[in-house]
């Protein structure tokens, strides 16, 4: 990277809250957020809104008519940004440019519509334009006001890690000097849980114990992936701001040959690209943890701690994850991992997986890497820092 990105903000909605304050709360406290729910009469596994936010949702479809068509995957993503413009502070701010990513989109609404066109063989009115990937970005843009570029993608659940690296690329080329970016999934469907467990990585209900997930723990020998749903925002700045709560130092990438649809090597060779590409000159010592990606498959966390064993050795960094409490929220994983890293941070407190036993803990968090990866191998890693002391 030619110089530091500063990120201004970090907001999120997701089983863990709407606030900083009740996302660190919940992190601190050793429970997952999962219940058992209903999927078009199956059961499954899922981290879910709290009723306090889906209330905060709600509120939000009713402001305004337009948006009482809209899928939950974009309510999500203009809430979030709603506040993180706040805490950057970017209000009288308009130029700046937005990439918020998702995975799946629209999702229920595409549900939705398709089961009533097998229905009555007609399509409704706003089925094209509320069901586009674009949705999100533009929507956003539209509530914020904003004039600068609206960019949308989906890179499967690498998504919102992407949009980092977009928005640092905008930021280094001096197109822009501010930028929004992140990821906003709503994959709580019917069909969307149908299609995961068919490629047989969630996990099943009898295993419904104290902690049904079970993200790191390399000696699982059955999958333990579910899905939750969220969004989270991040608004970056080019150099080193005052009001920045974290620095981006470095960004990786990488895809490797595929050998099947939805997993990576068994020595994650895309991961081991990324990171060292994040790291660049950075000794290996002075990272003092890592955000796993970690869905909680058998193959897929191993291969990523199997890249990270072999790039660090003897001084492996403290390993976390947050999906066994919340789940894989697919496109916006990401960038609730930078989330869970800046506040560890922020608060310099390691939260570490309750069922996993660390050697030890960091007794200092500076400089911290978030890890994701999605179908097909594409692997993020960007390498955060501790900014400066006011």
Not at 3 to 9: K, Y
Not at 74 to 91: C, D, M, N, P, T
Not at 212 to 227: G, H, S, V, Y
Not at 372 to 390: D, H, M, R, T, Y
């Amino acid at each position: 990277m030619q110089n530091p990105v500063s990120i201004t903000s970090v907001s999120s909605i997701s089983p863990l809250g709407t606030t900083p304050e009740e996302v660190w709360d919940s992190y601190r406290e050793p429970f997952h957020h999962i219940s058992l729910e209903n999927f078009r009469e199956k059961t499954a596994l899922a981290a879910k809104l709290s009723n306090k936010s889906r209330v905060k949702i709600d509120k939000l479809r009713k402001e305004n008519s337009q948006y009482a068509s809209l899928d939950d995957s974009v309510l999500f993503g203009v809430f979030a940004a709603r506040e993180a413009v706040k805490s950057a502070k970017w209000e009288d701010v308009l130029n700046f440019g937005i990439n918020i990513g998702s995975s799946r989109g629209a999702t229920d609404l595409f549900e939705k519509y398709h089961q009533e066109f097998l229905d009555t063989g007609v399509s409704s009115t706003l089925s094209s334009p509320t069901t586009t990937l674009g949705n999100i970005s533009s929507w956003i843009a539209q509530d914020l006001r904003s004039t600068g570029p609206e960019i949308s993608h989906s890179i499967t659940c690498s998504t919102a890690l992407h949009a980092v690296l977009n928005g640092v690329a905008w930021l280094q080329s001096g197109l822009s000097n501010t930028f929004m970016v992140g990821g906003s999934e709503a994959p709580l469907t019917p069909f969307t849980i149908a299609q995961m467990k068919a490629l047989k990585i969630y996990v099943s209900e009898e295993r419904y114990k104290e902690y049904p997930c079970q993200a790191l723990n390399l000696d699982k020998t059955r999958n333990a992936m579910f899905l939750g749903e969220g969004a989270a925002i991040a608004c970056l700045e080019n150099g080193i701001k005052e009001n920045a709560i974290g620095l981006i130092r470095g960004i990786g990438y990488a895809t490797e040959p595929l050998t099947h649809n939805i997993s990576i090597s068994s020595e994650g060779d895309c991961f081991k690209k990324s990171i060292k590409m994040a790291l660049g000159t950075t000794d290996l010592k002075e990272i003092d943890a890592i955000v796993l990606h970690a869905p909680g498959t058998v193959k897929g966390d191993l291969a990523e701690y199997n890249a990270i064993k072999e790039i660090f050795g003897d001084h492996m960094p403290a390993l976390t994850t947050n999906k066994w409490k919340i789940g894989h929220t697919f496109g916006a994983s990401g960038i609730l991992s930078m989330e869970l890293a800046i506040l560890m941070m922020k608060h310099q407190e390691f939260i570490p997986v309750p069922y996993i036993e660390y050697e030890v803990i960091p007794e200092k968090i500076e400089k911290v890497i978030v890890n994701a990866v999605g179908f097909g191998g594409n692997a993020v890693s960007i390498l955060l820092e501790l900014p400066p002391k006011k």
